[in-house]
């Protein structure tokens, strides 16, 4: 039986999945419902809103943070699929869980910190992917475009960082696979990205495009094993990023994103990938800025090997221009994949589209073991007794920088090493210079270190006077110095070295905060590991 025109436009409709937003007006809301009824497309990707995409950043679009964002997804979601004739595959990125996009939800470490684990406790990954999975699914979401794959070898990358599981291959391998275990166990897909790899490059792609100078041998040997890993465990679908490999595109910096030399060549013969494979998001500068004719980029991605177009922005374009294009064979390849992927969450079957409620007492108590397992030291001379030698002597002070002195961290010291507290807030209400001249009384001093962003742009939000404090106090107090947040902000502390003690936190989330006072008052082990390498000043 030949197929029509009108039957090939409904399954070329279900390989679009547009940007929605949870704070969007009622006029945008009725939009997404026309598009899914005219159009039949596959799915949806949910941001927070128009200024939280990623690109809208350099519009400078304030953010407005709303506490009902949980509930107005599940309505959404609910609303949307009413609309559907085909029931939609919904997606959103949750790396650290719905809190990546979503106030109010259960927040869990970011993969730098899960990479600070041993490998013998491997299993934590698999809970938080688990987890993660219960709570998209009591929303109504059955695909997380997570984790990275990435392998983290560049520490002035601008996009990757915090978000990879480090820089050890094996590990993010080990790692990335747990992680999507946990989920495909309670029935979410799993998305590994960014093929080829886009941990060892210097460019946000969001607004340029990353270059990777590897050889094929060279990606093999390192950017692709995660991936590889990935695939030998069936992973449901594959994310290409917005880079370029000149070396498999004939010297041509090439968006991997549309180019066939790296899907159909590497991802699908030379790996033997069968599974969904899915672009980065359309609207991203790196690619969004090539095409001027609307429908040519989504025809241009579809026709490198995407199966899904993910944050499409000109559906009824991109459709006629694949309708036009496109062999029936092609166009059945793809639908097929989707359709599986449907099937495997059980939308085809089922009308009820959420299930579970959120648990954010077991995000807490996995939470407090991930920190008991991921806290690294990484210089330490006896600090405890060093402490409690100085609080004697009424020697001993505390100082905490981008939080107040009422933090979980000085509380749980408190119980047993009580001493006067310091804090430096912000430029606004805090003064360096009188803080440190109030320490000049003491020798001993306990700092906390909230990093303000998990992002390197701008020196982590660190502001050059914390930077001289930091290094004055270093050069003449005995300090044990504690880093909540992202360990790539120490190579820019100067005088480093010379603390008495450095220990690494990675996250100010209250279950790290606790373990690292108990930590210090009892001067536990660490057993985390520094997931990446850190050249200290």
Request: net charge negative; proline share 4%.
């Amino acid at each position: 039986m030949k197929m029509t025109t009108q039957d090939l436009k409904q399954k070329v409709g279900q390989f679009f999945f547009p940007a929605v937003f949870i704070n969007d007006t009622e006029e945008n809301i009725q939009e997404t419902e026309r598009l899914i009824k005219e159009y039949n497309i596959g799915g949806l990707t949910f941001f927070h809103s128009r200024a939280s995409a990623a690109t809208n950043y350099e519009s400078k679009k304030k953010v407005v943070f709303n506490d009902d964002s949980y509930q107005k997804i599940k309505d959404l979601i609910i609303r949307y699929q009413q609309a559907a004739s085909t029931p939609l595959l919904i997606s959103i990125d949750a790396e650290w869980g719905l809190a990546m996009r979503i106030e109010k939800t259960p927040q869990y470490p970011y993969a730098i910190t899960l990479g600070a684990l041993p490998e013998n406790k491997s299993y934590l990954v698999y809970e938080v992917g688990k987890q993660i999975g219960l709570d998209l699914k009591a929303a109504g979401i059955h695909y997380n475009l997570s984790p990275l794959a990435d392998i983290n070898n560049n520490p002035n990358n601008p996009v990757i960082g915090y978000r990879s599981f480090g820089e050890n291959k094996e590990k993010v391998a080990n790692f990335a696979v747990e992680y999507l275990k946990g989920m495909s166990e309670v029935g979410i897909l799993g998305c590994l990205k960014h093929f080829p790899g886009h941990g060892n490059t210097n460019v946000d792609s969001h607004l340029g495009l990353p270059v990777l100078n590897e050889t094929l041998e060279e990606l093999l040997e390192n950017e692709l094993y995660p991936f590889i890993k990935g695939i030998e465990n069936n992973v449901d679908s594959i994310m290409i990023g917005h880079l370029a490999v000149p070396s498999l595109n004939d010297g041509k910096d090439t968006s991997a994103t549309l180019s066939k030399a790296v899907i159909q060549t590497l991802l699908r013969e030379k790996l033997g990938y069968d599974g969904l494979v899915i672009s980065d998001a359309l609207n991203m500068h790196s690619v969004s800025k090539l095409y001027e004719t609307k429908g040519d980029l989504e025809w241009e991605a579809f026709n490198a090997g995407n199966d899904v177009l993910c944050f499409a922005e000109n559906v009824p374009e991109g459709i006629e221009a694949i309708l036009k294009k496109a062999s029936p064979e092609r166009i059945e390849e793809s639908f097929n994949r989707i359709m599986k992927a449907k099937e495997k969450v059980g939308i085809l079957s089922q009308n009820n589209f959420t299930s579970g409620t959120l648990n954010f007492e077991k995000a807490s108590e996995l939470n407090f073991k991930i920190a008991q397992n991921s806290i690294t030291k990484i210089i330490d001379n006896s600090n405890t007794e060093l402490a409690f030698e100085a609080q004697k002597n009424n020697q001993l002070a505390k100082l905490s920088l981008y939080k107040s002195t009422e933090n979980t961290f000085f509380a749980t010291l408190n119980s047993e090493l009580p001493s006067p507290e310091f804090a430096f807030e912000n430029l606004e209400i805090s003064d360096s210079k009188s803080i440190e001249k109030e320490l000049e009384n003491f020798e001993t001093i306990i700092i906390s270190l909230f990093v303000p962003k998990a992002k390197p742009l701008n020196n982590f939000e660190v502001n050059d006077e914390v930077f001289a404090l930091l290094s004055n106090l270093l050069q003449n107090k005995k300090c044990v110095l504690y880093v909540f947040g992202n360990p790539y902000v120490l190579p820019l502390i100067p005088n480093l070295k010379k603390a008495s003690g450095l220990i690494q936190v990675y996250q100010d989330f209250e279950e790290f905060q606790k373990n690292a006072g108990i930590q210090f008052l009892e001067n536990k082990t660490c057993n985390g590991l520094l997931p990446v390498n850190i050249d200290l000043q």
